[in-house]
Structures are given as structure tokens and as C-alpha cells.
């Protein structure tokens, strides 16, 4: 794995891939571990690379919308730093790309890069293989995918893991039926709720915007195999969470909803 010379010392990696298949929590209080972006100022502004095909381009722009309604942080959609079948991350952004990962099982993955407390970089990916056909080629997929995987950028669990439930109304909740009603095509209310109190506090150091030119490497692993130890699982026995440890600090942390 590659650090910037800022010397980063500790790296921990979140996968969040998105499912067709339901677990069991709701989540009253939806932060995975309260890592954050570190920023001096608030709010704060996010860069969210666009290496996405047309495809996804108004879909990518308008969660880019959706998230900035939030008091303590707006992103802004800037051209993308990456390769979108690798999508190597770049440290202090977002790189969002869209590509055929093939028929792996995973809808979307957002694999988020942790010094310490403090997230460094971030990347999130879309699959074409699933999006290009009848099933989830539909706006309300599509948004719902986007949404959600560039909300767990920030430090957002999920609200909801359990298909069978209502919807709540938010992207960051599992479903079947992302139209709903009530539609899970945007974030909620308790979504910026949940961002300000992960935001309460300014640091003294920043994580957003640094070089760009550093990228890191390994860590977006597609296939399941590398994702290391089984923590939890849905309601249908699929395993949505995993973890590795790579030793020295480091590790991977990787959240899994599977395709029907």
C-alpha cells in the first residue's frame, strides 16, 4: 500500500458493497465507528471525482446535491483522477467510478480509507455488469446505489439492513423496492442528523484535499475471497460484513449486500 508523504502510520479500509438481500439491524445511530473526514472549518467541502460513465453522470450529480443539503458539508463533482476499472483512490477525495466488475454478486462498493480516527481517502464503485441489465437498469436503483455508497463516504452506516422492513425513506436503508412508497432514492432528515453529530467537532489537522497526485494502492478488492474474517451476517445468512487485518495498524473493513 502507497501513503502519501504526509507519513500516513495507520490505514483501515470499508468496503460497503450493495445487496439485493436483507439483514436484521436498524441503526438509531448510523456511523460506522465515527470516522471522519479531519478539517479545520465547517462546513467543509468534498470533491467527488467523476469517473463514471454517461450512464450514471445525472445520478452522480444529484446525490452530489442531495448530500449538500447537509449543514456541515457540501461535495462538489470535479473530473475524475482514476482508471474506473481500477479505481485507485486519491488521498482528500472521493473517486466515484462506474465499469463491468463483472457478475460477482455486489451492486456497489465503497472502500474508505482510515488514518487513526480520520478518513483519507475514499472510492466508490458501481457495477455495470448488474446496472446494464432489465432488473436494475431503473432510476430508482441507480440513485438509491449511488446515494448510498457515496454516503458511507463520509462516515454513514446503514439505517436499515433488513429488505422485509418498510422503507424508511432514506438511501441508506436496504430495499427491494427503491421507489417505495416511501421512495429510498435520497438521504433523509436522520441522515443529516447523523452527519452533524459525526461532525460536531473541528480538528486541528485536515484529511480533505490534499495532493492529489498520491494515490494509494491494493484495497479494492472485488471478490470476496479477499475480504477477509466473516463478522456479521444478514437474515439470509449472507455474510454483510467482513474484516482484514493487514497488520501494522491496518485494516479492511468490508460491508456486503448481495444481487437475487
Known amino acids: 500500500m502507497i501513503f502519501s508523504k504526509h507519513s500516513i ?27 471522519h473526514w479531519a478539517r479545520a472549518s ?62 460477482n454478486g455486489w451492486l456497489g462498493v465503497a472502500t474508505i480509507w482510515i488514518s487513526g480516527s480520520h478518513i483519507v481517502a475514499s472510492t466508490v464503485k458501481v457495477n455495470d455488469s448488474y446496472f446494464n441489465t432489465v432488473t436494475y437498469n431503473t432510476p430508482p436503483w441507480r440513485r438509491l446505489v449511488i446515494c448510498q455508497e457515496v454516503g458511507h463516504t463520509f462516515g454513514l452506516d446503514h439505517q436499515d439492513v433488513d ?18 412508497p416511501p421512495s429510498n432514492e435520497h438521504p433523509n432528515a436522520h441522515d443529516y442528523e447523523q452527519l452533524e453529530a459525526i461532525y460536531t467537532h473541528l480538528d486541528s489537522t485536515t484529511t480533505v484535499s490534499q495532493v492529489v ?8 478488492a472485488a471478490d470476496a475471497a479477499e475480504w477477509g474474517k466473516e463478522v456479521r451476517k444478514d437474515s ?14 491496518e485494516k479492511i473493513f468490508t460491508f456486503v449486500i448481495w444481487a437475487d
Not at 439470509?236 to 495498524?249: A, C, F, I, P, Q
Open 9 to 35: 502510520k495507520a490505514t483501515v479500509i470499508l468496503a460497503s458493497v450493495l445487496f439485493v438481500v436483507g439483514g436484521t439491524l436498524v441503526y438509531a445511530n448510523h456511523s460506522w465507528g465515527d470516522y
Open 213 to 220: 497526485s498520491s494515490r494509494f494502492g491494493n484495497g479494492n
Open 163 to 180: 429488505f422485509s422492513n418498510p422503507n424508511l425513506g432514506t438511501c441508506m436503508d436496504y430495499t427491494g423496492n427503491p421507489s417505495g
Open 42 to 103: 465547517s462546513p467543509f467541502t468534498l470533491k467527488l471525482g467523476d469517473n463514471v460513465s454517461s450512464a450514471w453522470d445525472a445520478y452522480l450529480g444529484e446525490a452530489s446535491s442531495d448530500w449538500s443539503v447537509s449543514t456541515v458539508l457540501d461535495t462538489t463533482v470535479v473530473q475524475g483522477g482514476t482508471n474506473p476499472k481500477n479505481c485507485r483512490a486519491t488521498n482528500g477525495r472521493v473517486e466515484v467510478c462506474s465499469s463491468k466488475y463483472g457478475f
Open 236 to 249: 439470509k445468512g449472507k455474510t454483510s460484513l467482513y474484516v482484514r487485518d493487514l497488520g501494522n495498524g
